[in-house]
């Protein structure tokens, strides 16, 4: 990976979070909190994702700014998500493919906000759908893998698993 990169990450993500553990997060939270900020930050539908994860972060008594970072990290994904995500749904709703590419997507954002989401109303919906049933099971995976690995970083920076 290209050193700008992995220092970027390592300064924005990485080091925030393990200053959350420093702070008395308890690694599981931590690792729910990111579990929530990699899935709601991957969320198909643009403009959403910040208020969703404060919504859910509010309702669970999650860590906003670990959250937060986390989904605003993904915007990357966000949008190259998009198309799979429209194809996934078209797939479980059994209905033909639209001719969508990020580049259209970004031309009909460019015309205004409003007159895209009209046009590609049914690939959001379809979008939507796939997200709203993969989620679930994508923060549960994250949260499984992610919980031992903040185990061990509290350990490693000298707080114990709690």
Same mark, same amino acid.
């Given at each position: 990976m290209?050193t700008?990169?992995?220092n970027? #990450?390592?300064?924005? $993500? @990485?080091?925030p979070?393990?200053?959350? /553990? ?7 939270? *931590? +690792? ?6 990699v899935?709601?930050?991957n ?22 700014p ?10 990357p ?10 194809? #996934?749904?078209?797939? $479980? @709703? ?5 001719? /969508?590419s990020i ?5 009909? *954002? +460019? ?7 009209v ?8 979008a ?14 994250f949260?499984k ?6 185990a ?11």
């Amino acid at each position: 990976m290209n050193t700008r990169v992995t220092n970027w #990450l390592r300064r924005r $993500i @990485l080091e925030p979070l393990l200053a959350l /553990l420093r702070e008395g997060v308890s690694p599981d939270r *931590l +690792a729910l909190c990111v579990a929530v900020g990699v899935v709601v930050g991957n969320i198909p539908i643009l403009g959403i994702s910040t208020i969703l994860c404060a919504a859910i972060a509010v309702a669970f008594r999650l860590n906003l700014p670990a959250i937060q970072l986390v989904q605003a990290a993904m915007a990357p994904t966000q949008v190259l998500l998009i198309i799979p995500f429209v194809r #996934l749904g078209e797939w $479980i @709703l059994r209905v033909p493919a639209q001719p /969508l590419s990020i580049k259209e997507g970004l031309a009909l *954002l +460019a015309r205004g906000a409003g007159h895209a989401i009209v046009v590609l109303w049914d690939a959001i919906l379809h979008a939507g759908l796939a997200w709203i049933m993969v989620a679930p099971f994508a923060v549960y995976v994250f949260y499984k893998l992610l919980t031992p690995v903040f185990a061990r970083a509290a350990r490693k920076i000298g707080r114990t698993h709690g």
